[in-house]
């Protein structure tokens, strides 16, 4: 109000100013002067609005009559003519000031509907560019807030029930208003100015939205509040429709990993169940035979046995380790004599194959879970012998030292491509390359790395053609067990 108060003062000054000038310092003749007045009150007009230019014309019409047409110096007109000239004057003057005012209206209507367009197709990417490190409907809200310029955003969404909120003022007390949108699809006002609608996935709500504006603006144009809708609805369920993919995902990835643990125990336990039923196949087909080849068949099926239930463990405890946390039972080791152990009980796998065990002359003492670390060394040696050639050597590297010990086990196969090594550690992944050379699950790197973090530890890899050497470092002095 104060502002228009003193538009109007400034306006009647500039009356007052064009008859100063055209009746003492620049004489001019009345149908000049009467342009002057016309010319001042578009001015106004454009400027300000209709209010002021009106308010202009009147004071010059007023002004022309007293200063400029004869009688001068009287609100009196003594020639008819003038009367015309005065009248004519009045309404060009209005109509004109309409006119302009008009056009400027219409003017910053096309500005304020080209800005909400540019804030609709920023908050349409936005959207697109949402990314997964917290809820999708927080970030919804936030980018909404932020793009718009809102006070404060409510969303609350049906399926889950929960209410996100942004922008920096407190936005208390809609709750029930807002549940009450996301089941009816409302659109209304709250007495505290703040819009409030229901968001619609074609005819069907799904959640309630409350915006309230910056600063003294209390509207919304309802093209623009209906496209924010929409919006919200398309960003809520694209949401959904990710949610609903990464479920897909894993139900197919579960299966995959069903579908491979069968494979990989099929094949490890079919050589030791051939073994032992060779044995005993032997014994019931000759019982006669000497007590001394009787008790080395017994010997066999006995310690195959033992590796089958080794192979039935791991089995168990790979499936447990891809489906549930890490529980690590710390007790002091050494660490070459657990790779030793490792070697011993893969005996049948290493067949002929020579596997050198080399130590430091540090101590290898370590803080591990025995028989996870065992599990973990068993992963990295078995997919060395799967992937060198039969008559090559693998070399195990035990060495102790201040900051750990390392365990590096090393091959002499082709080696793993440069652009294959930074994935070799996903779950069942295999390299496209190494896929028909031997048969396996993609589980076994990936568990023994889960192993390893579990302990504080770190694996990796260091592979070029014809040497691939994975170093699992263990910390010496870490108590501390991961769950």
Known sequence: ????????????AGVGLVTFIGFNLVPVNPTTIG????????V??????????AVTSVAATLTFNFSFL???????????????????????????????????????????????LERLYTFSRAIL?????????KQLVQKLAEIFEMSSVVLYERRTEEFYRAGPLESDGLDDQLRDAALHGTSFTDARQRLITGVRLGAQPIAGLALQLAGVETQMPDAVLQGIANLVAIGLERARAQDLTSQIEVARKSEQLRASLLDAMAHEFKTPLTTVMAATTALLANPDQPAEARLGLLKIADEETKHLDELITDAVEIGRLDTASIQVEMEPAGAEEIVREVVSSMRNQIDDREVVVICGGSPTAVCVDR?????????????????????????????GGDAGVAVAITDHGKGIPAGEQSRIFERLYRSPSAQNQTTGSGLGLNIAQNIVRAHHGELTVNSQP?????????????TRGRT
Request: aromatic share 8%.
């Open 70 to 116: 004869p009688p001068v110096g009287q609100f009196t007109i003594a020639d008819p003519e003038n009367w015309v000239a005065l009248f004519s004057f009045l309404t060009t003057s209005l109509i004109a000031s309409r006119l302009s005012a008009e056009a400027k209206r219409r003017a910053l209507d096309a500005v304020q509907r080209q800005q909400d």
């Open 371 to 399: 028989r996870l670390i065992r599990l973990a060394i068993k992963q990295v040696l078995d997919n060395a012998l799967k992937y060198s050639p039969a008559g090559s050597a693998v070399t195990i590297t035990v060495r």
């Open 1 to 12: 109000m104060g502002q228009r108060i003193l538009r109007l003062l400034l306006a009647l």
């Open 129 to 137: 560019l949402i990314d997964g490190k917290e809820p999708f409907p």
């Open 44 to 53: 106004v007009a454009t400027s300000w609005g209709f209010l002021e230019a």
């Open 466 to 478: 014809g040497e691939t050497t994975f170093c699992m470092t263990l910390p010496t002095n870490d």
């Open 35 to 42: 342009f002057v007045y016309l010319l001042l009150v578009l």
